[in-house]
C-alpha cells in the first residue's frame, strides 16, 4: 500500500518559481521509490485533469506536455521518501491543483504515461495560483 500527500503550493506571481512536495508513506516501509513510476497531475477550474510530467525509474526516462518543456522538473529524494516538482517562469495558465500519483513497476510496462489510469495512488492534491 502507497499514500501521498503534496505540499508546497501557494500564490506566486508571474514569472515567479515553486517547488512542490509529494510525501510517500509505504505500508510495510520495504520497498524504495525506485518501484514507482511517479507522475504530476493537474486540474484547472473548470477543466478536465490532465497529465504534467512522470518519470520512470526502468529506464530514467521522462514524459511531458508541450505547455510545461523546460520549465518544469521532476525529482526524488528516496531518503527523505519525496517526490518533487519545480515549476518555474510560471504563467497565468498554470494556476491549478497539482496532484502527485504513483504506479508500481510490476503492473505496468513500458515508460511512465501521462493517462490516470495508468496510476493506482494518488495524493488529495494542493493549490496553485499564479496571478499578480
Known amino acids: 500500500q502507497l499514500q501521498l500527500v503534496e505540499s508546497g503550493g501557494g500564490l506566486v506571481q508571474p514569472g515567479g518559481s515553486l517547488r512542490l512536495s509529494c510525501a510517500v508513506s509505504?505500508?510495510?516501509?520495504?520497498?524504495?521509490?525506485?518501484?514507482?513510476?511517479i507522475g504530476w497531475f493537474r486540474q484547472a477550474p473548470g477543466k478536465e485533469r490532465e497529465g504534467v510530467l512522470c518519470f520512470s525509474s526502468r529506464d530514467g526516462s521522462t514524459n511531458n506536455v508541450d505547455s510545461v518543456k523546460g520549465r518544469f522538473t521532476i525529482s526524488r529524494d528516496n531518503a527523505k521518501n519525496t517526490v518533487y516538482l519545480q515549476m518555474n517562469s510560471l504563467k497565468r495558465e498554470d494556476t491549478a491543483v497539482y496532484y502527485c500519483?504513483?504506479?508500481?513497476?510490476?503492473?505496468?510496462?513500458?515508460?511512465?504515461?501521462?493517462?490516470?489510469?495508468?496510476?493506482?495512488?494518488w495524493g488529495q492534491g494542493t493549490q496553485v495560483t499564479v496571478s499578480s
Open positions: 500519483a504513483a504506479a508500481p513497476l510490476t503492473t505496468v510496462q513500458g515508460t511512465c504515461v501521462l493517462r490516470m489510469g495508468y496510476y493506482d495512488y
Open positions: 509505504r505500508f510495510p516501509p520495504d520497498s524504495t521509490l525506485d518501484y514507482y513510476a
